[in-house]
């Protein structure tokens, strides 16, 4: 057994005890693999929340003062937030395409990632294109892939403004061919959903049905 990879940066280090959890085969442990799965979940509504503050940003142009007539010059986009709907969708698009060829998985997009993110952690270096064509080709692993995927969450959450606190559930997945001890619920989200398999549930069925899953726990 090993320390987790992330080591002080491991979502349950332990300064008085020990750096970070202790994991056996996967190098990131149980908690950096759920908050992993959550960025990366999240990671398409971060696209869409871009999209409205591209918006918002062009409205503010508008909004100057200026007159807008059809013979007016065209407002400049925001580039930054262009760049990074761009980076998100082909990061994603990436290694959606890499997991999908390596380990013949079916879905696609973030969900595939995040419901694989452990498959993901333990992935060998791979050739990996840049966002444009001018940039060169780089050799990447998976735990590099996990590191720019939670990076480009934190990048949309600094544009947008938005915050987002996580806590771990008592209970087991309710999904039959699961059954994993991963309930983890959105601060503000009225759903609750299975770091594993990704199934999901409203927050009033699981105060409602919860203790059902708790298979006799306290």
């Keep these: 057994m090993s320390a987790c990879h992330n080591a002080e940066r491991c979502v349950a280090y332990d300064r008085t005890t020990k750096p970070a959890t202790w994991v ?19 990671l398409p509504h971060d696209h869409a929340d871009l999209e409205a503050h591209l918006w918002l940003d062009q409205l503010g142009q508008h909004l100057d003062g200026q007159p807008i007539g059809c013979g007016e010059t065209p407002m400049p986009m925001a580039g930054h937030v262009d760049a990074l709907q761009r980076e998100i ?32 952690a333990m992935l060998g270096p791979q050739v990996i294109n840049g966002p444009t064509r001018h ?50 619920h959105d601060n503000g989200s009225d759903q609750v959903y299975c770091v594993r398999c990704g199934k999901v549930q409203t927050l009033d069925d699981y105060d409602r049905y919860g203790n059902v899953f708790l298979r006799g726990a306290a």
């Excluded at 990131?28 to 979940?41: G, H, K, Q, Y």
């Excluded at 390596?102 to 995040?114: K, M």
């Excluded at 590191?147 to 959450?157: E, G, K, N, Y």
């Design 24 to 42: 056996d085969r996967c190098p990131l442990c149980e908690d950096c693999l759920a908050v992993t799965a959550r960025d990366i979940r999240r």
């Design 89 to 120: 969708v082909h990061v994603i698009g990436t290694w959606d395409e890499i997991m999908r060829d390596r380990y013949g998985l079916s879905g696609a997009g973030a969900d595939l990632l995040a419901t694989h993110v452990e498959r993901l």
């Design 135 to 184: 940039d060169p080709p780089v050799e990447q692993t998976g735990l590099d892939a996990i590191a720019d995927l939670r990076h480009l969450h934190r990048r949309a959450l600094a544009v947008t403004g938005i915050t987002t606190d996580t806590r771990r559930l008592p209970g087991y997945c309710p999904k039959r061919t699961c059954g994993y001890p991963g309930l983890r």
